[in-house]
């Protein structure tokens, strides 16, 4: 008998992991990763979450495991559902078996069964980009040294006073929580979302602190910045620096910060990441400090889920910015099931129809990309009118994932 074919008759799964399994995942993630793994992710390795733990098993053992966890997201105003792939892990002795891209393609079923419109990936390497999965995104990345960020010393609130910078704790949860709610694109998180974060102290897979911007006893912004100490360094000649992961409320506050904490630190250098929906931050960082932004994506990577389910939840903001009467008439059609790597899809209005080839050139379309030389896969081809329409309301804007990392 084949290898290959013993091995296949003694797989079991992809599956949900199950309930007398979780010592056995914990040794996965944790030899392939680290051993904290289950603490600095109780978002992902939760029993409420279990469902979503999709696993491969070897005789008796769990041997490979790709997770993910499912949220609502508002992309200005319009609400779709995501889901984060993360802490995907294969024991070495069981690599090259296919079980990896086995079980992502059953996390991508599985969310399509629940309703998934979009996947995120917190990764970029093969076993995603040969399934359609793309960087996207149009964002700015800022690194700033201490004479630029002391260009921004001066910013007082309106009415004058002062800014007073301070670490918070889960207390203001509620405050911190309202303050993301103006976010204009972002999850719609849970409670205990923001409850595991500040418990495990880790986002976007770094020991982090969480820091509130006040005017008097009135929380008007809050900034989440690596702990420079516990970030890795390419070289021990790199100057430390501290990273802003997440932020939200009011910009000039958020802006009034960054010096402060610079100081805080005693380190050479700041980096911030901006939104492309968020472009007048992104300008007035630049004309008050000089520094230009890199170009970047959002984190990760992304796949498209539910195409037709995706585009109708967000035919309001398509007619906010190409009007009714032109988005009145479009509908959206998919070759495939929600969740396949497979088919082409279509964008028709009456006689006219633009179509795209594959899924990686779909998330280039719909979401955009930074980088000026990485075209779509392959370009969209079709009506020139429709098409030109379609420009003028693409690209959608993408998610940034703060402390819904996993």
């Known amino acids: 008998m084949a290898a290959g074919t013993l091995e296949t008759q003694r797989r079991d799964g992809p599956r949900a992991l199950r309930p007398d399994e979780w010592e056995q995942l914990d040794h996965v993630v944790g030899t392939v990763f680290r051993p904290s793994m289950f603490q600095d992710y109780p978002q992902l390795f939760n029993e409420v979450n279990r469902e979503n733990l999709r696993v491969v098993a070897e005789g008796d053992a769990v041997v490979c495991h790709v997770g993910f966890i499912q949220r609502p997201a508002s992309l200005q105003g319009c609400r779709i559902d995501v889901c984060a792939i993360g802490a995907v892990a294969t024991l070495d002795e069981h690599r090259g078996k296919g079980y990896a891209s086995l079980a992502f393609q059953d996390a991508c079923d599985t969310a399509a069964a629940a309703g998934v419109d979009v996947m995120l990936i917190s990764g970029g390497r093969g076993l995603y980009t040969r399934v359609g999965c793309r960087q996207v995104g149009d964002d700015l990345d800022f690194s700033f040294s201490r004479e630029e960020l002391a260009r921004l010393a001066s910013v007082r609130p309106p009415g004058g006073g002062d800014f007073t910078v301070a670490q918070v704790g889960a207390e203001r949860i509620p405050e911190l929580a309202a303050l993301y709610a103006t976010e204009p ?55 430390a620096s501290v990273r802003v992961v997440e932020f939200g409320g009011v910009r000039a506050s958020v802006i009034a910060a960054l010096p402060r904490l610079i100081a805080h630190y ?21 004309a008050a400090t000089g520094a230009a932004g890199t170009p970047s994506g959002a984190s990760g990577t992304v796949r498209i889920i539910n195409f037709v389910q995706l585009m109708e939840r967000c035919r309001p903001l398509l007619a906010e910015r190409m009007g009714h009467a032109a988005t009145a008439g479009l509908t959206f ?74």
Request: glycine fraction near 8%; aromatic fraction near 8%; proline fraction near 6%.
């Open 266 to 286: 005693d380190v050479e250098r700041l980096a911030i990441h901006t939104q492309g929906s968020d472009p007048v931050l992104g300008r007035v960082l630049r």
């Open 333 to 406: 059609h998919a070759d495939a099931e929600p969740g396949s790597q497979e088919g082409s899809f279509s964008i028709r209005r009456g006689d006219a129809k633009v179509r795209i080839e594959d899924l990686a050139s779909l998330a280039v379309f719909l979401f955009g990309s930074h980088r000026a030389i990485e075209a779509p896969d392959s370009e969209p081809s079709g009506d020139t009118v429709l098409l030109e329409d379609l420009r003028r309301a693409l690209p959608l804007p993408s998610l940034w994932y703060g402390l819904s990392y996993v």
């Open 185 to 239: 694109v972002r999850f719609l998180r849970r409670r205990e979302d923001w409850e595991m974060a500040l418990a495990c102290g880790v986002v976007m897979n770094t020991p982090s602190h969480f820091w509130g911007v006040s005017v008097g006893e009135t929380l008007v912004a809050y900034l989440i910045v690596h702990d420079p100490s516990k970030v890795r360094r390419r070289s021990a000649d790199e100057p």
